[in-house]
């Protein structure tokens, strides 16, 4: 009996609403339908388990809400795998202890339980969604990591400098998710504000708080050095008000780098065939 009631109600976690991940552009779509499975959810399994109260431990019956926490925070955000703590902790009182069909609980061992239940729901839905967010993190490296590859594998193989700097320029635009990028060679004119190798932005007036207001509203350089020697810049035109995470703006530096030592090779090679 205590086995059928454990695999009903996995199947019916399993099931929930936003067990799936659908792709990075239904992010909010995946948002909204956690949070549903958050409040409906431990709805559904503590009603499933109903017929099974008297024969279960109470302790059993929430390690199974357990399980409802742990398949919403995997499958949506930490807000969504709190709320399922609180709603399996509410539905768990409700439907499975005494008195039964009331938001009230007799026995000392029940309330416990219904403290552990929340507690430990809290805890492992903060885990699974920073399980869930790394996971997303070293997806997120092995595409920057392809990037600079593919653009050292073209300074090797490219005929010109010029081919590099535009695929720089291409990747800047994908990977800030930018407006509009634009190279100028060999011109320092004006002050606009800077993204520096070490993924900083600076004004004129110091440095920007990127990750608290978000780029600056004027258009943002990111300079191409090469053997120590400035061959141009990227004018990059972001979102207004959005930001790029530092992962993104660290491999930008990189990406700017390798652009300077193509132009850098490319003077060189000039040179020396003089």
Not at 63 to 79: F, P, Q, S, T
Not at 230 to 242: C, I, Q
Request: glycine share 8%.
């Amino acid at each position: 009996m205590e086995g059928g009631a454990l695999e009903v109600a996995v199947m019916a976690v399993i099931t929930l609403p936003g067990a799936a991940r659908p792709a990075r552009s239904a992010f909010a779509l995946r948002d909204r339908l956690a949070l549903l499975a958050a409040t409906a959810g431990p709805l559904a399994v503590a009603a499933l388990l109903i017929p099974f109260r008297t024969h279960l431990a109470s302790t059993n019956l929430a390690l199974i809400l357990v399980v409802v926490v742990v398949a919403v925070a995997a499958n949506g955000h930490r807000g969504a795998g709190a709320l399922a703590a609180l709603s399996s902790a509410a539905w768990f009182d409700f439907f499975l202890t005494r008195p039964y069909e009331r938001f009230t609980i007799s026995s000392g061992d029940d309330i416990t339980t219904a403290v552990l239940l929340l507690v430990v729901g809290l805890a492992v839905s903060q885990l699974a969604a920073r399980a869930r967010r790394l996971k997303v993190v070293t997806v997120t490296d092995a595409g920057h990591l392809a990037r600079i590859h593919e653009t050292a594998q073209l300074a090797e193989h490219a005929g010109s400098a010029d081919a590099v700097v535009e695929h720089v320029r291409r990747e800047l635009t994908d990977v800030l998710a930018l407006e509009n990028c634009r190279f100028e060679y060999g011109s320092l004119l004006g002050h606009p504000p800077q993204l520096r190798q070490d993924g900083r932005v600076s004004t004129a007036h110091g440095r920007w708080d990127i990750e608290r207001r978000g780029w600056p509203p004027d258009e943002v350089e990111l300079r191409a050095v090469g053997n120590g020697h400035y061959y141009g810049r990227f004018m990059m035109r972001p979102v207004p008000g959005a930001a790029a995470p530092l992962q993104a703006r660290l491999v930008a530096g990189t990406l700017a780098g390798q652009a300077g030592a193509a132009l850098a090779e490319a003077e060189t090679g000039t040179v020396t065939e003089d």
